[in-house]
C-alpha cells in the first residue's frame, strides 16, 4: 500500500484519501486489536495529561514549550510532553499495576520519513515483572499487527521481516562485537562511567570518522546508527539487549554490573519500534541522572529543561515495574508497507 499525497495533490482530497483510507482503517484495527489484547491481560487504559512541567530530562530529546495563562494573567511556562513516562509513573506510585495509554506526544527537531511532530505513542507498565515479559508483548504486538493489516511480512522499503519467526535477541554489547568489531565493554569502567579515549581509538581501528570533540555518547550513537542498526531486524525481529548504563537514564542497573542496563529496544526492517525497561525507582539516582542529561544538553543545546519534581517525589512510592514506550505509527508502517509515517496518519502534520 502506497498512497500519493504530494503538495498537488494533498492527503485532504478525496481521491488522496480514498487511496489512504484502507491503511488507516488497517491502523484502527490493529490498535482495536492490541486494545483488546491488553484488556483482556487486565490493563487499565489511562489518558494522561498532555501539558506538562518538563517534556522529559533526555540530552537528545527536544520539547514544544508553551505558557499557560491563569486566571490572574499570569503566564506559566508548560511543554507538551515527549512521552507520556512521568505521568504514568505518577500513577504506579498511586497505586496501578497493569496500565496502558495510546498518547500523542511532541517532539522537536524530528521529521521525516520515520519522524513527526506530533505521533502515537503506545506505552505500557507492569508492576512486579521483569522487563523481559515486555519483550514478549512487543512480538505479539507486531505479529498482531501483521495479522490485521493482513499482511505476512513487516516491510519498511526493501526490507522485510517475519514477525512470525523466533525473535534474535542479542546484547548491545554483542552487536558492536559482531558488526563493528569492536569489545564496547572495554570502553566501560566497573562503576558505570565510559573511557572515550579507548572507544575513539577503536573507531580509529576499524576506521569510522569522528570528531575531535565527540564523546563517549556521541561514537556510540556513530557506530550504532552507521554499523549496527541497519542490519538488525532483517528477516526477524530483532531484540536489542543489556544497553550501556551510560545510555539509559531511567532503567536500573543490571545486578552485579554497573556497565549495563535493564534496557532494550526492539528493532524490525532496521527501524526501531520500541523501547523498554526495568524501571529505576530510586529518586537520589535518577535526580543524578536527569542532571547529568540536562548538563549535557546545555553543553550541545545551549539550553536545559526543569525537572518534575512531582515525579521525583513520586519515584519514591512506586514499586518495582518493567515499562517500555512503543511507536505505533511506525508498527502500521511495517505492517502496512506505507513508505512514510504520514501516510498512516489521520491528519498528517502541516
Not at 138 to 164: H, I, K, Y
Not at 203 to 231: C, F, N, Q, Y
Request: hydrophobic share 40%; aromatic share 8%; glycine share 8%.
Amino acid at each position: 500500500m502506497k498512497p500519493d499525497s504530494t503538495p498537488d495533490r494533498p492527503w485532504w482530497t478525496p481521491a488522496t484519501h480514498a487511496d489512504r483510507r484502507p491503511i488507516l482503517l488497517a491502523r484502527n484495527r490493529i490498535q482495536a486489536g492490541i486494545r483488546g489484547w491488553l484488556a483482556a491481560e487486565g490493563f487499565t487504559e489511562v489518558d494522561p495529561a498532555a501539558l506538562a512541567t518538563s517534556p522529559g530530562n533526555e540530552a537528545h530529546l527536544h520539547g514544544f514549550r508553551t505558557d499557560a495563562i491563569g486566571n490572574d494573567g499570569v503566564a506559566r511556562q508548560m511543554y507538551l510532553h515527549t512521552s507520556p513516562e512521568f505521568a504514568m509513573k505518577k500513577l504506579l506510585a498511586a497505586g496501578e499495576t497493569r496500565i496502558h495509554a495510546f498518547s500523542h506526544v511532541w517532539r522537536n527537531r524530528e521529521r521525516g520519513a520515520l519522524h513527526s511532530p506530533e505521533f502515537t505513542m503506545l506505552e505500557w507498565y507492569r508492576v512486579g515483572e521483569g522487563y523481559e515479559v515486555l519483550m514478549a508483548d512487543s512480538v505479539t504486538f507486531l505479529r498482531l499487527a501483521a495479522r490485521e493489516a493482513g499482511a505476512r511480512l513487516l516491510q519498511f522499503r526493501d526490507r522485510t521481516c517475519d514477525p512470525f519467526a523466533e525473535p534474535e535477541r542479542l546484547s548491545v554489547a554483542e552487536a558492536f562485537r559482531i558488526r563493528a568489531g569492536v569489545d564496547l565493554l572495554a570502553t566501560i569502567n566497573p562503576d558505570g562511567t565510559t573511557d572515550a579515549a579507548r572507544l575513539g581509538d577503536a573507531l580509529d581501528g576499524i576506521g569510522l570518522r569522528r570528531a575531535a570533540d565527540d564523546t563517549w555518547s556521541d561514537m556510540l550513537s556513530r557506530v550504532l546508527s552507521e554499523k549496527v542498526e541497519p542490519h538488525l531486524g532483517q528477516g526477524r525481529i530483532t531484540i536489542l539487549d543489556h544497553y550501556p548504563s551510560a545510555e539509559a537514564a531511567l532503567a536500573r542497573k543490571v545486578p552485579g554490573d554497573a556497565r549495563i542496563a535493564e534496557r532494550f529496544e526492539v528493532y524490525a526492517c532496521g527501524v526501531e519500534l520500541a523501547n523498554g525497561f526495568g524501571e529505576l525507582t530510586d529518586p537520589a539516582e535518577q535526580r543524578r541522572r536527569f542532571e547529568a542529561e540536562m548538563d549535557e544538553k546545555e553543553r550541545v543545546y545551549g539550553l536545559r529543561y526543569p525537572l518534575d519534581e512531582d515525579f521525583l517525589a513520586a519515584l519514591a512510592l512506586m514499586p518495582p515495574a518493567a515499562g517500555i514506550a512503543m511507536g505505533f505509527d511506525r508498527v502500521v508502517m511495517l505492517a502496512t508497507g506505507a513508505p512514510r509515517i504520514d501516510d498512516v496518519v489521520w491528519t498528517p502534520v502541516p
